[in-house]
């Protein structure tokens, strides 16, 4: 231990890179919750960042209307990849019946690994932890994800099919 | 001590369960979470400043006597 100097009179530096290997490792309660309430003041500032997003989310730009694709391209239970509404965000595009078709984010809302749409079971399901949504509108089956698969809202014009915007649920 | 980690497990799953919902496009929860979540916050500095307090007592009589 240090006596050469008493407690009130040592800097900090002396305190935090003691000589002393065991007065280095040492942690006061002090520092203990100093260390827990910034951790805690960090959590609170998470929880405005959210705040924020959320209040800018409702004055975003609306989304691009985008032609991806024509009405009878794909076959029925076919699948055609695209990218809405910025390139890089891939989504998918099902044809269910003659007139129906689903598009969904391909990003599954586990982990953001890419789903692919199983024809056997009818269902998207993600490879990496097999999670599984409904094809009809986005909802979890099975597996991890908690939230549905983002939909992309369809129109026909014409024979043009064009994604419109996104919704967090029900299929496009 | 334990009081300040208890309540920084809620926040933690605040913080979590908030995201979550925010991602889902459920936006109604957001603000609540964040209000809770500056309560808890404030406790936290309120229990620090208590312990700062004790400490610093403890140190000024140790010298002192």
Known sequence: ?172 | MALIVILLIVQIWLLSATLDAYLSGHDDVVLPGAIVSGLLFAACAGLYSFVHRIESDAIKNRDSG
Not at chain 1, 90 to 109: E, F, M, N, P
Not at chain 1, 116 to 139: I, K, T
Not at chain 1, 151 to 166: F, S
């Open chain 1, 1 to 172: 231990m240090d006596t050469q100097l008493k407690p009130a009179e040592k800097p900090l530096w002396r305190e935090e890179f003691s000589v002393f290997k065991n007065d280095e490792r040492y942690v006061t309660r002090r520092q203990l919750t100093k260390f827990l309430t910034l951790t805690s003041l960090a959590m609170f500032a998470g929880n405005a960042w959210v705040l924020v997003r959320s209040r800018l989310r409702g004055r975003a730009a609306p989304l691009p209307r985008l032609p991806i694709a024509r009405v009878g391209e794909i076959p029925v239970d076919g699948v055609k990849l695209f990218q809405y509404p910025h390139p890089g965000e891939q989504c998918i595009l099902v044809r269910l019946g003659d007139t129906r078709y689903a598009a969904y984010s391909q990003k599954c809302t586990h982990l953001s690994c890419a789903v692919y749409y199983a024809r056997e079971s009818r269902e998207l399901v993600c490879p990496c932890h097999n999670g599984h949504f409904s094809v009809w509108d986005g909802s979890v089956l099975q597996g991890p994800p908690t939230r549905p698969l983002p939909a992309v809202r369809l129109e026909r014009q014409g024979d043009e099919l064009l994604a419109i915007g996104l919704s967090n649920s029900g299929a496009g």
